[in-house]
């Protein structure tokens, strides 16, 4: 099973972030018919990069036998220690579109969602960048744990012979920062908070790490101690008056992505949290399954059958 190539296209600098709630009384036939537009040349011969994930209760209805995910469930509202909260805003459909220009990314966005307008409502929109090399708008730097290139598929996508197979787990977060507080840190406190240096994104010596440095909750391991690392494509977005970073991971697993938000916001049973939560907050947060190309195809052009056809609900 072939990976969506996009997940793993580097090197673009311009992000368009699309978030779609499906329509009450869209019928999955409906929706195929849609999906099916994204491939015309209006959308598909802009010369950028477009990934398409979709929710739980759609992938439910789209996929074949064999290519729903196990334990794929939405994305949960988190209430975490010391009130920090991560709100639950599960939506139906995903567009990613990466590329090398504001223009073609807001033209095939527009397109996109013309195309999709029929059965699916837009809910959120985020354009967002490449902020200098790859620096979230606190000045550290983004992704510096990825697993090497060879290894990215390995840890983004379901293994061969599991339901799925070749897929992705998304999450997907829209978080804001808080710059004045943060910037009143001397930076030898932001690089605890962090975990990292930030001139040159070293990590901490274990023996001057805090415990709860970002890096110290978002990262984990398995039961013996091997990490379990995500493949990370976040971006930032920012205006004068507010700055963010749209999150994304991919995962060959949900439970990874469960796991990572629990340590980070304090649920996981050891009664520490991630320091960053007093200075970034999430506002949106969903998981979204990324088809390998194969599952997208057969689901797209599938005969109706009736499966999910009758529900016509999207996500609250």
């Known amino acids: 099973m072939t990976a969506q190539p996009g997940i ?21 036939g409906a929706i195929r ?11 598909a011969g802009g010369g950028a990069n477009i990934v398409i994930g979709f929710g739980p209760d759609l992938w439910n209805a789209l996929a074949g036998t064999g290519e729903m995910p196990d334990d794929f469930t939405p994305f949960a509202e988190i209430h ?8 639950a805003t599960q939506h139906d459909v995903w567009v990613w579109i ?29 354009p967002s960048f490449v902020y200098k090399d790859s620096r979230d708008l606190t000045g ?25 197979e070749g897929g992705s787990f998304v999450i997907a977060q829209r978080w804001v920062h808080d710059p004045l507080a943060f910037n ?11 975990g990292r240096s930030k001139a040159d994104s070293i990590e901490l010596d274990p023996t001057t790490k805090p415990v709860n440095a970002h890096i110290a ?30 999150f994304i991971g991919f995962s060959a697993d949900l439970a990874r992505l469960q796991t990572m938000l629990a340590r980070m916001f ?26 390998s190309l194969e599952a997208l195809n057969a689901a797209l052009n599938a005969e109706p059958d009736g499966a999910g056809a009758d529900d016509g609900h999207g996500a609250d």
């Open 8 to 28: 793993f296209a580097l090197g673009t600098r311009n992000h368009h972030q699309l978030e779609f709630t499906r329509r009450p009384g869209a019928a999955p």
């Open 33 to 43: 018919e849609a999906q099916r537009g994204l491939r015309e040349p209006a959308v």
């Open 80 to 87: 975490g220690l010391d009130a920090k909260h991560a709100p």
């Open 98 to 126: 990466h590329g090398t220009g504001e223009d073609v990314n807001l033209d095939l966005a527009r397109a996109v969602t013309a195309v999709l307008a029929p059965v699916a409502e837009l809910a959120l929109e985020q």
């Open 140 to 164: 550290f730097v983004d992704g510096t744990a990825n697993p090497p290139v060879a290894e990215s598929t390995e840890v983004a996508c379901v293994p061969p012979g599991q339901p799925g």
């Open 184 to 194: 009143e840190l001397a930076v030898p406190d932001q690089e605890r908070v962090f």
């Open 217 to 246: 909750r978002a990262e984990i391991e398995d039961d013996e101690g091997e990490e379990l690392p995500i493949f990370r494509r976040s971006a930032p977005f920012g205006t004068v008056r507010e700055q963010g970073l749209y």
């Open 266 to 291: 304090g649920t996981s049973g050891d009664g520490i949290r991630d320091r960053l939560l007093d200075f970034s907050a999430p506002s949106h947060g969903s998981f979204f399954f990324a088809p």
